[in-house]
C-alpha cells in the first residue's frame, strides 16, 4: 500500500527503533559479559563495550561443558515435543470443534486446565509417575477389583510391566506434550474458518478425515508455524523437569548443563560470569536459528488467505 | 573361497573379541551413584574428586551426577527415593540434616561405617565439625564433607589509614574503627547484606541461644528466641550504625554482594564465609592487602566456638551390597588426610580432621600468601568445646525460617518496622513453621 | 461458549481423535496433581511414610496468613500490569511492522529474538540492568541518590519483575500478533484505504477486530502465564524481596515446597492458585469471548 503519511511513518520508524533498543538490551548485555575475562566482568560496573576474550571463553565453554552432545539431546527432546504437540493439539481441537457431542465442552476444559498448574508444584508426583508410566493404569485396576476377578476366573493377576521413562527421550518428551497451549491455539484458529468451507465439503461428500487432511490443515500452516516455534523454544528451555527425570549425563540437555555452569548462590563460588555468558548465548542460538527460520512463514503470500 | 571366509571369521573373531575384553573389564567395575548439588566451579571440583577416585582405583566407579544446587539435590532426592530411583550417596546441606536425620531412609554413617569396615576415625574430626552432623548422643549420622564457618574480612590498607594494623576483635573496637575510617573518608567501612548465617554464628560465639531446648537438638517442640536478649541489641545496633552511614547495604540485587565489594575495595569489612577467600584472592583488586580474623565479640564476653556451615554426605537405604560397598570405598577416600588436604588447596573449604590440619601447618601449606589467615578459621572453629548454644542448630523446615528471618530483617532495615517488632513478627512466624514441622513428624522423634 | 453450526456426526471418530491427548494428559497431568493435590488434605512428610489427615487445616492456616494475602494482591497487580504492558507494546510493534514499511524484515527479525531466551538468563540480565550500584539505570541514582532501589524499595522490585516479565512475553505475543495481521485478507484492508480510512483508521476499524480471536487467546495466555510462570524472572531478580514486596503466590509455593519441603502447605496454595486462575478464565471465556466475532 502506497499511502504519504510521511509523519505516521516516521513515528512508527521511532516507535520500532525504540522497541528495538528495549528488547536487544539484555541480549547485549549477555554478549558483552561472554566477551570478558573473569576480572573484567566483575568489576562493576561492567564495560558496555565487548572485550577480546570471546573466542577463548567460548572454547573453554564448549570444551568443558562438553555441550556437542547435550545440544543433540536437546534437539531430540525439542523436536520430538514439538511434532507431537502439532499433531495431538490438532487432532484434539478439532475433535472439540467440529463434533458436537456431549463431553466436548469437558475435554476442552479437561485439557484447558493444564494450563493452570505450575510444574513445580506437581513435580514429585510425576516423577513417582514417570519411573513407572503404567503405574496409574495399574493402580485403577486394582481399585476396581479387575485383577482380583481376573484371578478368580483365570488364576491370573493382571499385572502390567513397568513402564520406566526416567533417563530416556521419551520420559524427556512425553510429559511435556500434555500441556493445553496448542489445542487451544488450534481452536481459536478452527472457530475462524468459515463454516461454508465445512457446508460445501460435507455436500460434496467430503468425509472428516479428508476435510481435515485436504482443507483444514493448509490452512493452519501460520498457526501451525507460531506453534511450532513456541514449543520448540519452550521444550529447548526446559530446566526444572529434565533436570529432575534425567540423571545419566549421556541424556542431559544443554540447559541442564548451562544450569551447572551458572554460579549459585553458594558461599565460595568464584562468579564466573564470562563463562556462563557463553553457555547462555551458546544455549541460545538453536531456539533462535528456529525462530529466525520459522519466520518465511509469517510473510503474507505464501498463505493462501482469500478464502 | 575357503581361505577368504576363514579370514573373515579370524576378523571377526579378533573384532569381538576386542569389543568384548574392554566391556569385560568395565563390567568388573560395580558402579554407585553419587548425587552432588554445588554448581559452577565447585561443582567442577566435586566432579573432578569423583574423577580421581575413579582413576585411583579399579574395582569401583562412582557415577556423580550434580543436581544444580542444595535445594534441587534435596528435592530431587525426595522425588527419586519415593520412587525407588534414589542414589547411594548424596550432599546435602546443612539445613538439610534434619530433614534427613528424621526420614528413616538414611544408613546412619556410625552403622554404615561399622557394617563396611570403614577406616574412618570418628575423633579425628574437629568437634565443631561432628557435632553438627551427629545425633544428641554424639552419634555422627553423615560423613562432613565441605565445610567452613564465617570470619571478619578486613582491608589492611583502609585500617592502615586510620593508623591500625591489626583488626577489631571487639564490636566496640568495630564501631570506634567504622566511626574513625567514615571521618578519614571512606564511604563504606563495612557491607552488610541481610543472610540469616551471620547472627546464628554471632549468637554461637557469645554462647547465646537462638532457640530453646538447646537449638533444637532436645527436641522437636523447641521455640525460637531470637527477639529476646543479645539479637535485638545488636540487630539494632547494626541498625543504629546503618543508618548513620557506618554500614551499607549490599546484595544481589543492589548489584554488589557483600564479597564482591569488599574484594573491589569498595568496602572496608565484611563477615562471610571462609569459603569466600579463594574467590575474594582472584577477583580482589590490584593491590589490595587484606586479611581474615575471626568474628568480633562484645566486650566483656568470653569467646566460644563457631559453627560449620556447607553440606555433609548421606548414604541412603534400599541399595544393593555392591553399591554400598563401592561407596563406603569412597567416603574412606575422601576422609584420607591427603585427599582431606586437597579439598582447601582447590576451593575455600577448610580441612575438617585434625591430622589433615596438623599435616598442613607441619607442611607450610598456610605460609604460602594465597592461603594465609585460613588457619583462624579452625581457630574459630575450634576455640572451645561446643557447647549447648555452639553445636549446631536443628531446626525443622529451617530454610523457610531463615526465609522470614531475613524478610523481617529487610523490613526493619528499610524502615519499615521497628527491629524489636521485625523480631518479633520472625519468632512469631518461625515458630508456627516449627508447629507445623511437629505435628507433621509427628511419631517420629530426633535421635 | 462459541461453537460451529455446521459439524459432523461420527462421535466416535470424535473421541478417538481426541484419545492420544487425553491419555498423555491423564497420565502426567491429572494422576500427579490428584496425588500433589491429596496431600493438602494430609500433613505430608517430605519422604513419604505415614502422614496424617488434617482435613481443612491447611487451607485454614493459608487464608488465615496475612503474607498470603499479600502475596495474591501482588500476583494480580502483577498479572494485569504485565499483561497490559506486554500486550500493548507487542500489539503496537506487530501493527507496525505489519505495514511494511522499508526495512521492515529486519525489525521483524529481531523482535522474535526474546522469546529465545530462557528465564534465567533474562533474569539475570534484568537484575544486572537494573541494579542501583551496578546497572545503568543507576546513572539515575546519580542525579536523584535514591530514587531507584530495587533491593530496598517494594515498588521498584515490583516495577523490575513486571519488565522483565513483559520483556519475554512481548516477543510471544508479536509473533501472534503478526500471524493474526499477516493472515487477514490484503483485499479488505485496501477496500478500506479505497474507502478513504486513514492507517489509524483501518488499524482500529478494521484489523484490530478481525485479529480479535489472537487477542482473546492471548490475553488468557497471558494472564495464566504470569500466574503460573513467573517463578523463574522472581528468583532470579528480587528473591520475593524486599520484604516479600514481590513474593507471587507461585513463587511463595514453591519456597514453601520446594524449599522448605512443606509439600501439604504448597498443595493447599496451589489448589488455591488453580482455583483462582480457573476462574479467570471462566470469566474471560463468559464475559470477553462474547464480543469475539470467530467469522
Not at chain 2, 554424639?138 to 586510620?162: C, D, H, K, V
Not at chain 3, 492420544?20 to 500433613?43: D, I, K, N, R, S
Not at chain 3, 541494579?131 to 531507584?148: E, H, K, R, T, Y
Amino acid at each position: 500500500m502506497v499511502e504519504r503519511t510521511p509523519l505516521l511513518n516516521l513515528l512508527t520508524h521511532a516507535i520500532l527503533v525504540v522497541g528495538l533498543l528495549m528488547l536487544m538490551l539484555p541480549l547485549w548485555i549477555v554478549f558483552v559479559a561472554s566477551t570478558h575475562d573473569f576480572r573484567t566482568v566483575n568489576t562493576v560496573p561492567m564495560p558496555l563495550w565487548p572485550g577480546a576474550h570471546m573466542v577463548e571463553n567460548y572454547v573453554t565453554t564448549w570444551n568443558q561443558s562438553q555441550f556437542g552432545p547435550k545440544m543433540l539431546n536437546s534437539l531430540i527432546m525439542a523436536v520430538g515435543v514439538t511434532t507431537g504437540k502439532i499433531v495431538l493439539a490438532a487432532l484434539s481441537a478439532y475433535s472439540i470443534v467440529y463434533f458436537r457431542y456431549r463431553l466436548r465442552m469437558v475435554f476442552f476444559w479437561l485439557i484447558f486446565i493444564t494450563l493452570m498448574l505450575p510444574l513445580e508444584v506437581r513435580i514429585v508426583p510425576t516423577y513417582a509417575v514417570a519411573a513407572n508410566a503404567l503405574r496409574p493404569f495399574q493402580e485403577i485396576i486394582n481399585v476396581l477389583g479387575l485383577s482380583a476377578l481376573t484371578d478368580l476366573l483365570f488364576g491370573v493377576r493382571i499385572v502390567l510391566p513397568e513402564a520406566q521413562l526416567l533417563n530416556s527421550y521419551a520420559g524427556l518428551i512425553l510429559p511435556l506434550i500434555a500441556t493445553a497451549t496448542g489445542t487451544f491455539l488450534y481452536r481459536q484458529f478452527f472457530l475462524t474458518v468459515p463454516e461454508e468451507l465445512l457446508e460445501a465439503a460435507k455436500m460434496d461428500g467430503t468425509g472428516p478425515l479428508r476435510f481435515f487432511w485436504d482443507i483444514l490443515l493448509p490452512l493452519s500452516k501460520a498457526n501451525m508455524a507460531a506453534l511450532a516455534t513456541i514449543m520448540f523454544v519452550y521444550s529447548w528451555n526446559q530446566y526444572l523437569w529434565p533436570l529432575l527425570v534425567v540423571t545419566d549425563p549421556a541424556y542431559g540437555t544443554a540447559v541442564m548443563q548451562l544450569q551447572r555452569i551458572v554460579p549459585g548462590p553458594l558461599f565460595g563460588e568464584p562468579p564466573r560470569w564470562h563463562i556462563a555468558m557463553a553457555g547462555t548465548l551458546m544455549v541460545m542460538l538453536p531456539p533462535l536459528l528456529v525462530v529466525v527460520f520459522m519466520q518465511r512463514w509469517f510473510v503474507r503470500g505464501l498463505i493462501n488467505q482469500d478464502k | 573361497m575357503l581361505k577368504k571366509r576363514m579370514i573373515g571369521a579370524a576378523f571377526a573373531a579378533v573384532a569381538t573379541f576386542c569389543t568384548m575384553v574392554p566391556d569385560a573389564v568395565a563390567q568388573q567395575r560395580q558402579r554407585f551413584e553419587y548425587w552432588y548439588g554445588l554448581t559452577g566451579q565447585l561443582g567442577e571440583v566435586m566432579a573432578d574428586h569423583c574423577r580421581r577416585f575413579n582413576e585411583s582405583q579399579t574395582r569401583f566407579e562412582a557415577v556423580c551426577v550434580g543436581q544444580g544446587g542444595y535445594d534441587r539435590a534435596e528435592q530431587n532426592t525426595i522425588a527419586a527415593y519415593r520412587a525407588r530411583q534414589h542414589p547411594t550417596v548424596v550432599q546435602i546441606y546443612d539445613a538439610g540434616t534434619v530433614n534427613f536425620m528424621l526420614s528413616g531412609v538414611t544408613y546412619n554413617a556410625v552403622n554404615f561405617a561399622r557394617d563396611f569396615n570403614m577406616r574412618i576415625n570418628w575423633s579425628d574430626y574437629f568437634p565443631g565439625v561432628a557435632s553438627y552432623y551427629a545425633t544428641s548422643r554424639g552419634e555422627m549420622w553423615s560423613f562432613p564433607y565441605n565445610s567452613s564457618t564465617a570470619m571478619l574480612y578486613w582491608n589492611r590498607q583502609a585500617f592502615a589509614s586510620i593508623g591500625r594494623t591489626a583488626a577489631p576483635t571487639t564490636w566496640q573496637e568495630l564501631e570506634r574503627d567504622m566511626r574513625a575510617m567514615k571521618a578519614a573518608g571512606h564511604a563504606c567501612p563495612m557491607a552488610i547484606d541481610f543472610d540469616a548465617w551471620q547472627f546464628e554464628q554471632l549468637s554461637a560465639i557469645h554462647n547465646q541461644p537462638i532457640a530453646t531446648r538447646d537449638n533444637g537438638y532436645g527436641g522437636l517442640n523447641a521455640e525460637l528466641l531470637i527477639n529476646r536478649g543479645f539479637l535485638p541489641m545488636h540487630i539494632s545496633n547494626m541498625r543504629r550504625w546503618l543508618d548513620e552511614g557506618l554500614m551499607r547495604i549490599q546484595t544481589a540485587q543492589t548489584g554488589k554482594t557483600i564479597v564482591q565489594a569488599f574484594a573491589d575495595s569498595s568496602c572496608a569489612l565484611a563477615i562471610t564465609s571462609i569459603a569466600n577467600h579463594g574467590v575474594v584472592s582472584a577477583t580482589q583488586s590490584e593491590g589490595m592487602q587484606w586479611g581474615v580474623a575471626m568474628l568480633p565479640v562484645y566486650e566483656g564476653t568470653s569467646r566460644t566456638n563457631s559453627l560449620v556451615g556447607g553440606a555433609s554426605l548421606w548414604v541412603l537405604q534400599g541399595k544393593s551390597r555392591g553399591e554400598y560397598e563401592g561407596a563406603a570405598a569412597f567416603l574412606d577416600w575422601i576422609a584420607t588426610p591427603a585427599e582431606v588436604q586437597w579439598m582447601p588447596t582447590v576451593t575455600g573449604y577448610i580441612p575438617i580432621t585434625t591430622p589433615a590440619f596438623q599435616q598442613m601447618m607441619a607442611g607450610g601449606f598456610y605460609n604460602q600468601a594465597r592461603y594465609a589467615g585460613r588457619e583462624i578459621s579452625i581457630q574459630s572453629l575450634t576455640f572451645t568445646p561446643p557447647t549447648a548454644n555452639s553445636r549446631g542448630i536443628r531446626l525443622g523446615n529451617y530454610t523457610s525460617i531463615r526465609s522470614e528471618i531475613q524478610s523481617e530483617l529487610q523490613a526493619a532495615f528499610t524502615g519499615q518496622k521497628s527491629v524489636q517488632q521485625a523480631l518479633d513478627d520472625a519468632t512469631a512466624r518461625g515458630n508456627q513453621i516449627l508447629r507445623r514441622f511437629e505435628q507433621t513428624m509427628r511419631g517420629r522423634e530426633l535421635p | 461458549m462459541s461453537g460451529k453450526r455446521v459439524t459432523f456426526d461420527r462421535h466416535w471418530l470424535a473421541l478417538l481423535l481426541i484419545l492420544p491427548q487425553m491419555l498423555l494428559v491423564f497420565v502426567f497431568f491429572y494422576w500427579p496433581t490428584g496425588e500433589a493435590l491429596f496431600w493438602a488434605f494430609t500433613l505430608e512428610p517430605p519422604f513419604g511414610g505415614d502422614m496424617q489427615w488434617v482435613g481443612w487445616q491447611n487451607f485454614i492456616t493459608v487464608m488465615e496468613d496475612p503474607l498470603y494475602w499479600n502475596s495474591v494482591r501482588r500476583s494480580v497487580v502483577f498479572a494485569l500490569s504485565s499483561t497490559a504492558i506486554a500486550m500493548g507494546i507487542g500489539m503496537l510493534l506487530a501493527l507496525f511492522v505489519d505495514r511494511e514499511l522499508p526495512g521492515y524484515r529486519g525489525f521483524r527479525f529481531v523482535f522474535f529474538w526474546p522469546y529465545a531466551v530462557a528465564a534465567p538468563a533474562v533474569g539475570l540480565a534484568f537484575r544486572f540492568i537494573f541494579a542501583p550500584d551496578a546497572g545503568f539505570v543507576s546513572a539515575i541514582n546519580q542525579w536523584f541518590p535514591g530514587l531507584w532501589n530495587p533491593a530496598l524499595d517494594g515498588v521498584d522490585a515490583m516495577i523490575l519483575i513486571t519488565l522483565a516479565n513483559a520483556w519475554s512475553m512481548v516477543a510471544y505475543n508479536f509473533i501472534f500478533f503478526l500471524a493474526g495481521l499477516q493472515s487477514i485478507p490484503r483485499s479488505l484492508v485496501e477496500a478500506g484505504a479505497m474507502d478513504g480510512s486513514g492507517v489509524l483508521r483501518r488499524m482500529r476499524d478494521i484489523q484490530l477486530p478481525l485479529i480479535a480471536p489472537t487477542v482473546f487467546f492471548l490475553i488468557v495466555i497471558n494472564v495464566t502465564d504470569s500466574f503460573v510462570n513467573s517463578f523463574g524472572i522472581v528468583d532470579i531478580t528480587t528473591g520475593g524481596g524486599p520484604a516479600r514486596a514481590t513474593d507471587l503466590m507461585v513463587f511463595k509455593i514453591y519456597s514453601d515446597g520446594f524449599k522448605g519441603k512443606d509439600y501439604s502447605l504448597a498443595a493447599a496454595q496451589s489448589i488455591i492458585l488453580m482455583g483462582l486462575v480457573v476462574l479467570l478464565t471462566f470469566f474471560q471465556f463468559k464475559y470477553v469471548e462474547r464480543r469475539v466475532h470467530y467469522t
